[in-house]
T-cell receptor, first 116, second 111 residues
Framework: DTEVTQTPKHLVMGMTNKKSLKCEQH?????MYWYKQKAKKPPELMFV???????INESVPSRFSPECPNSSLLNLHLHALQPEDSALYLC???????????????FGAGSRLTVL | GQNIDQPTEMTATEGAIVQINCTYQ??????LFWYQQHAGEAPTFLSY????GLEEKGRFSSFLSRSKGYSYLLLKELQMKDSASYLC????????????FGTGTLLAVQP
C-alpha cells in the first residue's frame, strides 16, 4: 500500500457544525502532516506529527484541532469554522521527520471543505 | 521570512524543453523538493536536491545552487500530460521536516 487515504472527499458544513477530516496510511510512516490549500495557491503547512506527538503547529486557529490516535491515523477536528476556511485540506506522510530525500512527503488526494 | 518565488504561469509547446525557476531565502535551508500537481489532485514528488548540482530523472532534471538560493526544474520532450502546476518546496525545519511551498508555476503545454 503506497497511498494516503483521506475521507471525506467533499464536506459542506455550517459555521456552527462540528465535523472531522480523516487521514490514513499503511506505509509505516511515522510523520504525518496537515496542509491547507486555497484555490490557485500553494499548500500551506498547518500541523506536523511525529510518532503520534504534535511537533509543529503553524499558529493555526484553535477551531482546527488535530489528533493522531495512532501511527496510521491523523484526524482534523473542525468546529465553528468561518467561510474563509473553505479550502482543500491535504494530508501527507513521510517515513521520518529528518529532512532528507528519504523522507519525501506522500500526499493524499485531499478533502474539499466548504463552510457556509 | 521564507519567501519562495516562482513564475506564476508558463506556456510551452509539445516536444520542447521548459525551465521553471525557483528562488528562495538561503538562511536555514535544508533541502529543496519539486512536486507536480494536476488540477484537483494531490501533489506528487518529482525530485530532491540538497547539494549543489544537477539531479536527472528521465525527462525531468532539477538543479540547485545553494549560495545563490536558486533552483530550476527542467522538463524535456514535453507532453500534453505535463500540463500542471509545479511546486518548489524548501525544507527549513532544522531537525524537523518542515516543508514550505513556493507560489507554484502553472505550466500549459500546447500542441
Amino acid at each position: 500500500d503506497t497511498e494516503v487515504t483521506q475521507t471525506p472527499k467533499h464536506l459542506v458544513m455550517g459555521m456552527t457544525n462540528k465535523k472531522s477530516l480523516k487521514c490514513e496510511q499503511h506505509m509505516g510512516h511515522r510523520a504525518m502532516y496537515w496542509y491547507k490549500q486555497k484555490a490557485k495557491k500553494p499548500p500551506e503547512l498547518m500541523f506536523v506529527y511525529s510518532y503520534e506527538k504534535l511537533s509543529i503547529n503553524e499558529s493555526v486557529p484553535s477551531r482546527f484541532s488535530p489528533e493522531c490516535p495512532n501511527s496510521s491515523l491523523l484526524n482534523l477536528h473542525l468546529h465553528a469554522l468561518q467561510p474563509e476556511d473553505s479550502a482543500l485540506y491535504l494530508c501527507a506522510s513521510s517515513l521520518g521527520l529528518t529532512p532528507s530525500g528519504a523522507n519525501v512527503l506522500t500526499f493524499g488526494a485531499g478533502s474539499r471543505l466548504t463552510v457556509l | 521570512g521564507q519567501n519562495i518565488d516562482q513564475p506564476t504561469e508558463m506556456t510551452a509547446t509539445e516536444g520542447a524543453i521548459v525551465q521553471i525557476n525557483c528562488t528562495y531565502q538561503t538562511s536555514g535551508f535544508n533541502g529543496l523538493f519539486w512536486y507536480q500537481q494536476h488540477a484537483g489532485e494531490a501533489p506528487t514528488f518529482l525530485s530532491y536536491n540538497v547539494l549543489d548540482g544537477l539531479e536527472e530523472k528521465g525527462r525531468f532534471s532539477s538543479f540547485l545552487s545553494r549560495s545563490k538560493g536558486y533552483s530550476y526544474l527542467l522538463l524535456k520532450e514535453l507532453q500534453m500530460k505535463d500540463s500542471a502546476s509545479y511546486l518548489c518546496a524548501v525544507n527549513w525545519g532544522g531537525a524537523t521536516n518542515k516543508l514550505i511551498f513556493g507560489t507554484g508555476t502553472l505550466l500549459a503545454v500546447q500542441p
